[in-house]
Each structure stands twice: as structure tokens, then as C-alpha cells.
């Protein structure tokens, strides 16, 4: 598994997660290495974007200068633009859990007729995009009718809620391709 990020010019960087008594009750941490514009979503069999605020911080942009248009900065902000080409591969095993949703919003192409499962917190600006809100229990997803999102947040092992990593390689399908050298142990 991968764990990709825009780093905004640094080598490495740590996204820390958030303590929240009872789901998470330390603070904990991943380091992420790869730079996000540095790999191809055609390179993954699946992309499962973080969870939380993760991924709104992910469409954070330099102030627009006068006269520009800040959609179209947002548009192409380097996971954005990530997550919308790999929305486009239909190849691609995609999830957005918790907020990851705001990634594509500021692309209605990609989620305009589909049928999304997601966070309240979104929803607004889902439905704005053209999307079909398919209300559901928390947990509840189908990968082949919906791109899946959750009101409750599940937690892997060991990877805290609100890391800011996302777009993530999963190993736990089979594959054909040679591992990536920047595969994590």
C-alpha cells in the first residue's frame, strides 16, 4: 500500500491524526513520502481517498491572484486532479469515505448522475455536483452500484482518522504488477 500526498515541495511529510476519546485516544501519526503529481492513478488497482478533514485540506490552494478564476485553481489542485482522473478510469477501485467527496466536488462531471452514499456533512455540496444521494446506515456500501461513502468513519488498523494522507495503493488485491519501489513495509 502507498500513501500518496500533495507535499507541497517537502521530501517527507507527517499527518497526525486527531484524538477523540473512545475511537482514538492518542495521538498517532503516518509519514507520507510520495509526492502525489510523482504517480499516475492508471499506476493503482485501487485509490481510497482518507477519511475526515484529510481531504479537504488536500484542496487547499495559494490565494488566487486578481482577476483569476479560483474554481479552476481548486479544479487542479494536485489531488483533485488526481482523484477526478482516476474517477475517469473505470479500471480504477475507487472509495471516498467520511469528507473525501469534497475532492470532486469542485469537478461535477465525474460525480453529476452518480449514486453516492455520504456524509451529511457533504451532502449539500454533493447534490450540488449533480450526484444522487442513496440514504443508507452507517457502514452500508456496494462498490458496484455506489461510490461509497460513510457517515461513520471505520479506522484500519493502525491508520489514524484523520491522517492527512490519501489517495492510497491497496495490496489486498491481486495483481499482476511488480510491486512499486515506493511500496511501504
Keep these: 500500500m502507498d500513501f500518496v500526498s500533495h507535499l507541497w515541495g517537502n521530501l517527507k511529510l507527517r499527518f497526525y491524526s486527531t484524538v477523540e476519546p473512545v475511537v ?13 503529481d510523482d504517480v499516475k492513478p492508471s499506476d493503482y488497482a485501487a485509490i481510497i481517498a482518507a477519511a475526515n478533514y484529510t481531504t479537504v485540506r488536500l484542496r487547499s490552494v495559494a490565494s488566487p491572484p486578481p482577476g483569476a478564476d479560483p474554481r479552476e485553481q481548486v479544479r487542479n489542485a494536485p489531488a483533485v486532479r488526481f482523484f ?3 474517477m475517469l478510469d ?7 469515505p467520511c469528507h473525501a467527496l469534497w475532492l470532486l466536488t469542485s469537478t461535477p462531471e465525474v ?10 456533512v457533504v451532502l449539500a455540496d454533493v447534490l450540488d455536483a449533480g450526484a444522487e444521494y442513496v440514504p443508507s446506515e452507517p457502514g452500508t456500501r456496494n462498490p458496484s452500484r455506489f461510490l ?3 457517515t461513520s468513519s471505520p479506522t484500519p488498523a493502525g491508520t489514524p482518522p484523520n491522517a492527512s494522507s490519501t489517495p492510497s495503493r491497496t495490496s489486498s488485491w491481486k495483481s499482476s504488477r511488480p510491486p512499486r519501489r515506493h511500496q511501504l513495509e
Excluded at 111 to 120: A, K, S
Design 148 to 150: 461509497w461513502t460513510t
Design 111 to 120: 460525480l453529476r448522475g452518480r449514486r453516492v452514499i455520504c456524509n451529511t
Design 84 to 86: 477526478r482522473e482516476a
Design 90 to 96: 473505470r479500471r480504477i477501485v475507487k472509495g471516498a
Design 24 to 36: 482514538v485516544d492518542e495521538l498517532q501519526w503516518l509519514e507520507v513520502g510520495i509526492e502525489v
